[in-house]
């Protein structure tokens, strides 16, 4: 109930605010329908079961109330409630909403905006240690706040966001985004600071993060480095390590044995990465092969929940890729390699639990329009100190030209084992005219239990420039997130008869 109020009001002011100007102000709406009606086959007792038809109806408000202004709010209508059952009367949810303002004056500038329910809001820029992912803090989607960007002309720019979890535990996220190029953008320095506010109220319960990055070009070459501490006050085992690894690293840097006093104060609630770009081998007339190599290491006690969360390894990778000359194929060797920093003792003894991975692809574009790639991954592991391998074959072949697209895959995943898989898909898409179009996609897997299909059929029809209208038959959802490797289907997916008609139109 809170977390609805909390919406309702900043619904009601960000509307006061376009209402209030809009004797001034352009105003744009638009909106999206879309109705789906199916019916599936459940089983033989009652045969095809029609469920209710779904309607959905959103609407865009877009306004400018003042100059460099923008105001946007999407709402949308729905007759389920947060239990997940059907009301008798739709009501009009906030699905996103926000309010900005943006000023610049000789490249100075900055940028503000209140929002609630919007995701891109929360993203900075990259980080080698993939310190922030909005998928971590944005609520699912249910977050609301500000977000401040500045900006000046010799290269400095920061940013901070806001942002209170309105559903789930009313949590807070603090991140901070601080930039400076230099000497031409040749060096490139930064800082993040990000801080997770648990919504129970105790001034140690929170995730802490401090991370800086550099980046400095010397010709042809690239230098890429970022560390980052973590703080998590309120898990009282994780202080109880930090203390002990930094305890022996102050030891160790008395008795002058830096090596070791380092070793374990990486140990620690530290984190870094290191990659070198730019080293190559070759001639322009037998071609270049590119060399990045890197290295990385994530301490016992580094916990970050906004972000990457891994601890306890280290380990390094090597990155390379050749362009033959004067064709148009690429062949690319990629290696890595994790251990833990200590062993563990398990019933089979101690271990690091090491993992390597070797990747080799072939990618070659023939002509009209023919593509085809290649590849083998073999990944050796050790796991509670019990050796694993996983060994994949692929390989793919495509075409796209103006009236069709057709791409086809195939896949044997973990190759010799028990559990081995081997993956067969299809896609096709035709443009049967200017306003129909039918794609199908299909997908079978074999491994020791037997066999199992996946097909979706679609026909579609342009009604005009705003409407489209589709007859659908299957699953649509296996194999649209990579075809072969779709883990939604490969992992147990099952073929589903169920026959759908959807409606979609935009005004």
């Given at each position: 109930?809170?977390?609805n109020?909390?919406?309702?009001?900043?619904?009601?002011?960000?509307?006061?605010?376009?209402?209030?100007?809009?004797?001034?102000?352009?105003?744009?709406?638009?909106?999206?329908?879309?109705?789906?009606?199916?019916?599936?086959?459940?089983?033989?007792?009652?045969?095809?079961?029609?469920?209710?038809?779904?309607?959905?109806?959103e609407?865009?408000?877009?306004?400018?109330?003042?100059?460099?202004?923008?105001?946007?709010?999407?709402?949308?209508?729905?007759?389920?409630?947060?239990?997940?059952?059907?009301?008798?009367?739709?009501?009009?949810?906030?699905?996103?909403?926000?309010?900005?303002?943006?000023?610049?004056?000789?490249?100075?500038g900055?940028n503000?905006?209140?929002?609630?329910?919007?995701?891109?809001?929360?993203?900075t820029?990259?980080?080698?240690?993939?310190?922030?992912?909005?998928?971590?803090?944005?609520?699912?989607?249910?977050?609301?706040?500000?977000?401040?960007?500045?900006?000046?002309?010799?290269?400095?720019?920061?940013?901070?966001?806001?942002?209170?979890?309105?559903?789930?535990?009313?949590?807070?996220?603090h991140l901070?985004?601080?930039?400076?190029?230099?000497?031409?953008?040749?060096?490139?320095?930064?800082?993040?600071?990000?801080?997770?506010?648990?919504?129970?109220g105790?001034?140690?319960?929170?995730?802490?993060?401090?991370?800086?990055?550099?980046?400095?070009?010397?010709?042809?070459?690239?230098?890429?480095?970022?560390?980052?501490?973590?703080?998590?006050?309120?898990?009282?085992e994780?202080?109880?390590?930090?203390?002990?690894?930094?305890?022996?690293?102050?030891?160790?840097?008395?008795d002058?044995?830096?090596?070791?006093?380092?070793?374990?104060?990486?140990?620690?609630?530290?984190?870094?990465?290191?990659?070198?770009?730019?080293?190559?081998?070759?001639?322009?007339?037998?071609?270049?092969?590119?060399?990045?190599?890197?290295?990385?290491?994530?301490?016992?006690?580094?916990?970050?929940?906004?972000?990457?969360?891994?601890?306890?390894e280290?380990?390094?990778?090597?990155?390379s890729?050749?362009?033959v000359?004067?064709?148009?194929?690429?062949?690319?060797?990629?290696?890595?390699?994790?251990?833990?920093?200590?062993?563990?003792?398990?019933?089979?003894?101690?271990?690091?639990?090491?993992?390597?991975?070797?990747?080799?692809?072939?990618?070659i574009e023939?002509?009209?329009?023919?593509?085809?790639?290649?590849?083998?991954?073999?990944?050796?592991?050790?796991?509670?100190?019990?050796?694993?391998?996983?060994?994949?074959?692929?390989?793919?072949?495509?075409?796209?030209?103006?009236?069709?697209?057709?791409?086809?895959?195939?896949?044997?995943?973990?190759?010799?084992?028990?559990?081995?898989?081997?993956?067969?898909?299809?896609?096709?898409?035709?443009?049967?005219?200017?306003?129909?179009?039918?794609?199908?996609?299909?997908?079978?897997?074999?491994?020791?239990?037997?066999?199992?299909?996946?097909?979706?059929?679609e026909?579609?029809?342009?009604?005009?420039?705003?409407?489209?209208?589709?007859?659908?038959?299957?699953?649509?959802?296996?194999?649209?997130?990579?075809?072969?490797?779709?883990?939604?289907?490969?992992?147990g997916?099952?073929?589903?008869?169920?026959?759908?008609?959807?409606?979609k139109?935009?005004?």
């Amino acid at each position: 109930m809170y977390s609805n109020v909390k919406k309702s009001i900043l619904f009601v002011v960000i509307f006061l605010v376009i209402c209030s100007f809009s004797i001034h102000a352009q105003i744009r709406l638009e909106g999206y329908l879309e109705s789906v009606f199916g019916t599936k086959y459940e089983s033989d007792s009652f045969h095809w079961n029609v469920w209710d038809p779904d309607f959905r109806v959103e609407f865009r408000l877009y306004a400018n109330p003042i100059a460099n202004s923008e105001a946007y709010v999407k709402f949308y209508g729905d007759k389920w409630n947060e239990h997940g059952q059907m009301t008798d009367h739709a009501e009009a949810i906030l699905a996103e909403a926000h309010l900005s303002y943006r000023q610049e004056v000789n490249g100075r500038g900055f940028n503000a905006v209140l929002f609630s329910r919007e995701n891109n809001h929360y993203w900075t820029d990259g980080s080698l240690l993939n310190v922030l992912n909005t998928g971590s803090v944005n609520n699912d989607g249910n977050g609301q706040g500000v977000r401040f960007d500045l900006w000046e002309p010799l290269g400095g720019s920061a940013t901070y966001v806001f942002s209170d979890f309105s559903q789930g535990d009313s949590d807070d996220i603090h991140l901070v985004r601080l930039r400076q190029n230099l000497f031409k953008n040749k060096f490139r320095t930064g800082m993040f600071y990000q801080r997770k506010n648990y919504g129970i109220g105790d001034k140690d319960s929170y995730n802490e993060v401090f991370a800086f990055d550099e980046h400095a070009e010397i010709g042809n070459y690239q230098i890429n480095f970022e560390m980052a501490f973590s703080s998590v006050p309120s898990e009282q085992e994780i202080k109880d390590t930090l203390k002990y690894y930094r305890d022996q690293s102050n030891e160790y840097f008395k008795d002058g044995d830096y090596i070791s006093g380092l070793r374990e104060f990486f140990k620690g609630n530290v984190a870094a990465k290191m990659e070198f770009r730019g080293f190559r081998i070759g001639t322009p007339n037998i071609g270049y092969w590119f060399i990045n190599p890197g290295v990385w290491t994530y301490g016992k006690c580094y916990r970050n929940y906004m972000g990457e969360n891994k601890s306890d390894e280290y380990g390094i990778w090597v990155n390379s890729y050749y362009f033959v000359p004067q064709r148009a194929i690429t062949f690319t060797l990629n290696y890595w390699q994790r251990k833990k920093l200590e062993g563990e003792v398990y019933s089979t003894g101690v271990s690091l639990d090491p993992v390597t991975n070797l990747y080799t692809e072939a990618y070659i574009e023939f002509v009209n329009g023919f593509k085809g790639k290649i590849y083998y991954n073999k990944k050796d592991e050790v796991w509670h100190g019990k050796e694993y391998k996983h060994n994949d074959f692929f390989v793919e072949l495509s075409v796209e030209n103006r009236l069709a697209k057709l791409l086809t895959q195939f896949k044997i995943k973990d190759i010799g084992e028990t559990w081995e898989k081997q993956i067969a898909g299809i896609e096709c898409a035709v443009n049967l005219s200017d306003r129909w179009r039918a794609f199908a996609r299909g997908l079978v897997v074999n491994d020791r239990v037997g066999s199992r299909m996946s097909f979706f059929g679609e026909l579609q029809y342009r009604i005009g420039g705003n409407s489209e209208l589709y007859l659908q038959y299957g699953p649509s959802w296996y194999g649209g997130y990579g075809l072969v490797n779709d883990d939604s289907f490969v992992s147990g997916g099952r073929m589903q008869d169920e026959i759908r008609v959807v409606f979609k139109a935009w005004f």
